[in-house]
């Protein structure tokens, strides 16, 4: 298996669009739709590990437990929702799925019209986000949530507190990670598009809480 280069990031994207046109078809059916989604990451972080050299992975200062990122905006594609949905149909109660719907509507309606600083001033956590800091969705999470890292969390708690003050300041993250899970981020919009779903991205709690209970 080849590695990918970040200087490649365009000629990946085709070949995984080439890859992944037959298998998204086959995905419009919701009974197929998980596994088809699953295999999909799984291909994108097995080349993003065989493309990330040793000592940028050790510089990746990213841990179980860290959510200060877990309070944007996060975009989603319809398909990444409807597997996030099917995901948490298959691992939460009854109880536990109906507590969450609460919990989505008192977030979408917070968050609703905010733009990133004011999302970031609001102190909304991802209702994904567990009180230990650890997503609760990790293994089907968003590609954009895939593409953020740094390697200093002190800098992203900094980064965050300014930008709700209107304040830039940058945050020391791997581009290779960032420019690999965007292109399979755009490549999947495409593949969605052709196959006749809708292309376009939504709001993660409004896109999911839509996909989980208007079924
Ligand atoms: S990007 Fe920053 S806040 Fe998010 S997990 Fe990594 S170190 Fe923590
Ligand atoms: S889905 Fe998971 S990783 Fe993404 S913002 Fe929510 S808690 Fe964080």
């Not at 940028?56 to 975009?75: K, P």
């Amino acid at each position: 298996m080849t590695a990918v280069l970040s200087s490649d990031l365009a000629r990946w994207q085709k070949q995984l669009e080439q890859r992944w046109a037959a298998p998204l078809r086959q995905a419009r059916d919701r009974r197929v739709h998980s596994q088809v989604m699953a295999d999909f990451l799984q291909q994108v972080e097995t080349d993003l590990r065989l493309g990330l050299k040793p000592q940028e992975a050790a510089a990746i200062a990213c841990s179980a437990g860290c959510g200060t990122c877990c309070q944007v905006h996060v975009a989603v594609l319809e398909p990444e929702a409807l597997h996030i949905a099917a995901y948490l149909r298959q691992t939460r109660s009854a109880t536990e799925l109906a507590e969450l719907r609460r919990r989505m509507n008192r977030l979408c309606i917070a968050i609703e019209g905010l733009d990133e600083e004011e999302r970031a001033a609001c102190g909304c956590h991802c209702v994904f986000l567990d009180t230990e800091g650890h997503c609760t969705i990790y293994p089907v999470r968003p590609l954009l949530c895939r593409a953020v890292t740094s390697t200093c969390p002190r800098s992203c708690r900094d980064a965050l507190r300014l930008s709700a003050l209107g304040e830039q300041v940058p945050v020391l993250m791997n581009l290779f990670q960032k420019e690999l899970m965007e292109s399979a981020f755009r490549g999947l919009a495409h593949l969605w598009q052709q196959q006749g779903g809708d292309g376009r991205s939504f709001e993660l709690t409004a896109a999911v809480r839509r996909a989980l209970y208007a079924a």
